[in-house]
């Protein structure tokens, strides 16, 4: 059951997965796993808004969504900067070492989008709350669907998996209108330019010696994307809307 694949890869949930059945058969499950990551994520901050602090609410609002995905993305970031890659489709090799450069990547990511939703004004906040996890995976799923044509599965079935599961994130990415539209638009050519530029490292960093998208990789996506889109509403609260 290729959802039981997706939800075992990108969530916290003690799935056992399909081997049988190849990873690229879930991809069109990506974008829905990110907007089920986004609802939890929004319903949660609505709820803490109520009893505590804002800092407080925000800062449960970046923790949440790497708790829902077993802290896989701080994970990876962590060992993409060290240098470890997986084989793609599979998971993370088992031990884990914390080092002090690696452990400082993962906390700037953190802190980023933590004091940019901060700095946000409150409708926005509750938007970018819902927003910044499907941001995410929409990113990890459009790298997902750029992996070498000798990576993936051939045939129809798998192409149209392929399909489906980019008109599902370009269907998402529409959420960005939540926004008006200088600042939807400012945060997707920003994200889409992260997106782009942190796969471009992954790549060079990685030297070739892995041939497609590794949950390390994978991880600096998200995260960077997450962080450019929080970062970008910022700065278009900040300037675009002083024109």
């Known amino acids: 059951m290729s959802l039981r694949n997706a939800l075992a890869y990108l969530t916290t949930l003690r799935i056992p997965p399909r081997a049988r059945t190849p990873l690229a058969h879930s991809v069109h499950y990506f974008p829905w796993v990110g907007a089920a990551i986004g609802s939890l994520n929004i319903l949660a901050f609505l709820a803490l808004t109520r009893i505590v602090p804002a800092p407080v609410a925000c800062f449960v609002a970046v923790l949440l969504p790497q708790a829902l995905t077993g802290f896989s993305p701080l994970r990876g970031v962590i060992e993409a900067e060290r240098g470890t890659h997986t084989l793609p489709g599979h998971g993370f090799p088992p031990g884990f070492r914390l080092d002090v450069r690696g452990a400082g990547i993962a906390a700037a990511f953190f802190c980023v989008k933590w004091a940019s939703l901060l700095m946000?004004?409150?409708?926005?906040?509750?938007?970018?709350?819902?927003?910044?996890?499907?941001?995410?995976m929409c990113a990890r799923t459009t790298a997902f669907l750029m992996e070498p044509p000798a990576r993936r599965p051939r045939g129809p079935f798998a192409a149209r998996r392929r399909l489906r599961a980019a008109y599902l994130s370009g269907l998402q990415l529409f959420l960005a209108f939540l926004f008006p539209v200088r600042a939807a638009l400012f945060i997707l050519v920003a994200g889409a330019g992260a997106t782009w530029w942190a796969l471009r490292m992954g790549q060079r960093r990685s030297h070739g010696r892995v041939a497609g998208l590794t949950l390390q990789t994978a991880a600096v996506l998200s995260e960077t994307a997450e962080a450019v889109?929080?970062?970008?509403?910022?700065i278009a609260r900040l300037v675009l809307f002083r024109w």
């Open 120 to 136: 946000l004004s409150a409708d926005w906040r509750v938007r970018a709350v819902f927003l910044f996890p499907i941001f995410g």
């Open 229 to 234: 889109v929080l970062a970008g509403l910022v």
